[in-house]
């Protein structure tokens, strides 16, 4: 049986696209949808019709599409472009994840894939596979990871400035573009109420679990949350839906949406924040201790697994030359691995709660990661920590960054050596996948640093 298939009761297969049609039949069109290696959408559009075909044999798609760059390109060096004859894969649907998508002008709708390869295998690359392996390691211990994810973003104004520049929108309600920054602001809320409101309403029409919004450091900065979700796939899913989500609301009301890590020089970057914590087969918080606020050992050796792996992950968290400008003085992003309570400092925080709601929050990644592979990470340094019993460094009390000088990788070249290099993503990602990944991220930095910028021309055109 394919492993796709093993999600998909027999029954419910025709029943779930069934019951959607008969909902919704003006649904012309149906996005076939799967995140690549860097996290970004692909797929191809059929009439609905072809729905029935879809989830019976399923559809398919390059195999290639896991070495494609962020530009489109194929990664050749990576043996799955035309090396292989650029063949197909077979994808299938994830279930519960085909809905309507609201903010196009016609009806349509989407539908999550995932791929498997001629052999009725999971394609090694493929990131959601490489997260449910991890995930299987937890169903041995008999844990269940509980996760959200936090995402900021920038909302801009759809046309850049007389520079090329990325500009804040201007507000309908006050007729100005934002320039202001006001952490948890009310106001900002209520200026973009529209946006978010839309944001709220697809959502619902979706099934993504989506939480609050926050106005966040910077004008026109957000961040919205996800629920708590025992499932971290589904829970990754809903994170790669709701970035597509808030860039086709953002296009409905004239403006753009942007998980770029930094698209500003002088602001606060975009941030992915995730929240963890591990219940027993009771039910009950593992991380908890009611006898210590800071909480369980396993809590203690869940934080010393991620910070010991931190810096063999960070090819991961931070996949793109842009992802490292976050890192700045002063701006709440952690440049080494450390920890505290209730303390944004640090790169793991362990936030105020009740003893049952006991969790950390890993706070390095960036926006622009594949949280499919962010997630991967984060359980690898848990599930590594647990079964080795690791105890966390000292843990770190007002400003982490006076007592902890920078020493995570924080370039594309020393975060990619790191990874290459460790046997701990080896064991936990698999070699093909490291192999792989290592290749792909080195071939695009290669290509990224062919390109002359419009600073450089700025700065040495006349000067030099």
């Known amino acids: 049986m394919y492993y796709a298939h093993r999600l998909i009761m027999a029954g419910s297969k025709a029943k779930e696209y069934k019951q959607f049609l008969a909902q919704n039949p003006d649904v012309s069109g149906i996005d076939l949808l799967i995140a690549d290696l860097n996290g970004v959408i692909r797929g191809k559009r059929v ?29 050749e060096e990576t043996g799955l472009g035309i090396v292989q004859g ?34 009725d295998r999971p ?18 211990l008999k844990l269940t990871p509980v996760i959200a994810v936090e995402l900021e973003f920038y909302l801009l104004d759809a046309r850049r400035d007389r520079k090329k520049r990325p500009q804040p929108p ?49 004008p026109g900065q957000f961040e919205i949350n996800l629920k708590y979700e025992s499932d971290p796939l589904s829970a990754c899913d809903n994170a790669i839906l709701l970035k597509r989500l808030i860039k086709g609301v953002a296009r409905q009301h004239g403006m753009k949406a942007t998980f770029m890590a930094k698209p500003y020089t002088d602001l606060a970057g975009n941030g992915m924040h995730i929240h963890m914590s591990l219940l027993d087969k009771k039910g009950n918080n593992v991380f908890s201790n009611p006898n210590d606020f800071i909480g369980s050992t396993t809590l203690h050796n869940a934080i010393g697994g991620l910070t010991a792996t931190m810096s063999d992950s960070m090819a991961i968290l931070c996949p793109n030359a842009n992802s490292f400008r976050r890192f700045q003085p002063n701006i709440y992003v952690a440049m080494a691995p450390t920890w505290g309570v209730d303390n944004r400092t640090v790169a793991i925080r362990i936030p105020t709660s009740s003893a049952d709601a006991k969790r950390l929050e890993h706070r390095v990644a960036g926006a622009d990661a594949n949280p499919y592979l962010v997630v991967a990470a984060l359980l690898s340094g848990i599930h590594h920590g647990i079964t080795k019993k690791i105890k966390p460094p000292k843990i770190s009390t007002g400003d982490a960054s006076a007592d902890n000088p920078p020493s995570l990788p924080l370039s594309v070249v020393e975060s990619l050596n790191t990874f290459t290099k460790s046997a701990f993503i080896k064991e936990y990602f698999g070699e093909d996948f490291r192999e792989h990944y290592s290749i792909f991220k080195t071939v695009e930095k290669e290509r990224f640093e062919k390109h002359v910028t419009p600073l450089e021309l700025d700065w040495y055109l006349r000067t030099v």
């Not at 075909?53 to 599409?65: F, I, Q």
């Not at 649907?93 to 998508?101: E, S, Y």
């Not at 697809?202 to 919004?213: H, L, N, R, V, Y």
């Open 123 to 140: 394609v090694f690359a493929n990131p959601r596979h490489v997260l449910n392996q991890v995930f299987e390691r937890f169903k041995i």
């Open 170 to 218: 201007i507000s309908k309600v006050t007729g100005k573009r934002e320039n202001n920054t006001q952490v948890y602001a009310i106001d900002d809320l209520d200026d973009y109420a529209d946006f978010l409101n839309g944001v709220s309403a697809a959502a619902q029409e979706q099934g993504i679990p989506a939480d609050t919004a926050v106005a966040e450091n910077a």
């Open 86 to 119: 650029d063949g197909d894969s077979i994808c299938y649907p994830i279930p519960k994840t085909l809905t309507t998508t609201p903010w196009h002008k016609q009806a349509m709708g989407q539908l999550l894939l995932t791929m498997v390869d001629v052999n």
């Open 47 to 75: 009439v609905s019709s072809a729905l029935e075909k879809v989830y019976n044999n399923g559809v398919c798609l390059t195999t290639s599409l896991f070495a494609l760059d962020i530009t489109g390109d194929t990664v």
